[in-house]
Structures are given as C-alpha cells and as structure tokens.
C-alpha cells in the first residue's frame, strides 16, 4: 500500500469550490482530509491569502511518481496558470511525503522542501495524523513547537468551511 500526505492550497477565485475539486478527485484513495486553513502567502506576499488542507491518501497502484502526477492533473483541471514561482494559483498539490521516500529529483523532492518549518501544512497534517513524521526531520508535533509563534498564530482555523 502507498501512502501519501498531500498538501492543498488555493488562493485564486473560489478556492472552497478548487479544494473541494482536489477532494472530490481523490475521493477513492482518500483515507482523512484535514479542516480548512486560512493562511497568508508565504515567498510572494502581494497576493490574496490561501485556504490550505491536508489529504492522507493510500493506492497499492500508486508510487510517488505517481501521486506527482496525480497532483498535477488536479491543478491542471483547476486551470492552473504557472506564470510565477510562488504566484497565485487556483489549486496547489504538493506532494509532501510517500511512505517516507526521500528523493533529490529537481523534479520530486522528498519530503516536500520546506515542510519542517511551513506551519500551513504542519498544522492540518497533525490534525488527521497526530503522529505524523517527516522523513529525515522529526516529529511534525516537535518541528511545530520550535516554530515562531508567529508563524503557528498565522494558519487559521475556517470551522464554517468543510471539506
């Protein structure tokens, strides 16, 4: 079995209605998705702010190649336009963990670059994982205590907002 953490974000048009597209999408591999986030642009700050969750998924079929593109063909049904790195976007899949895979493919990095300090994808993670690890990294739980509480303070629960 495969398993994989997915991180979705939108912060273009409807972006309920974008990742709800990525749930909806993933719904016969889905095992937990988290509550809906609000979180401010991290890299490029003159942008609208995001809605951000996180999937759990698992498919026997699946390796991490895979769940790649399975991301990308969610984005390119969201109309996804790549015209910035960190630009808005209707739907962000990013892969964050496979089974604990680590790859230095410019095309996959494994675990997702970043997701050991990135509180928007620590905070929903934990929520359906509580024991979640990133690979090469620690325990989520330990990597968010040691972040600023600035940047915890800043993903903020959507409770009207489900999935």
């Keep these: 079995m495969s398993r994989a953490v997915l991180s979705l974000g939108s912060n273009l048009g409807d972006r309920l209605s974008y990742l709800r597209l990525a749930v909806d999408g993933l719904r016969d ?3 937990a998705v988290s509550s809906v986030y609000e979180t401010a642009p991290w890299g490029v700050s003159d942008q609208p702010d995001f809605l951000n969750a996180v999937c759990v998924v698992e498919d026997p079929a699946r390796d991490h190649w895979a ?3 399975t991301g990308q063909d969610l984005e390119r049904r969201a109309g996804r336009v790549r015209e910035r ?3 808005p976007r ?3 899949v990013d892969v964050v963990t496979v089974d604990g895979v680590r ?3 410019p095309e996959l990095l494994l675990p ?3 997701t050991h300090e990135r509180a928007t994808v620590l905070i929903p993670w934990l929520e359906i ?3 979640a690890e990133v690979p090469g990294r620690g325990r989520a739980e330990d990597l968010l205590a040691a972040l600023p509480a600035e940047e915890r303070a800043g993903v903020r629960l959507r409770a009207e907002l489900t999935l």
């Design 103 to 105: 790859s230095d493919d």
């Design 112 to 114: 997702h670059p970043g």
């Design 129 to 131: 994982d509580p024991g």
């Design 67 to 69: 769940w790649l593109r």
């Design 90 to 92: 209707t739907l962000d």
């Design 85 to 87: 790195r960190w630009g």
């Design 29 to 31: 591999v889905l095992v």
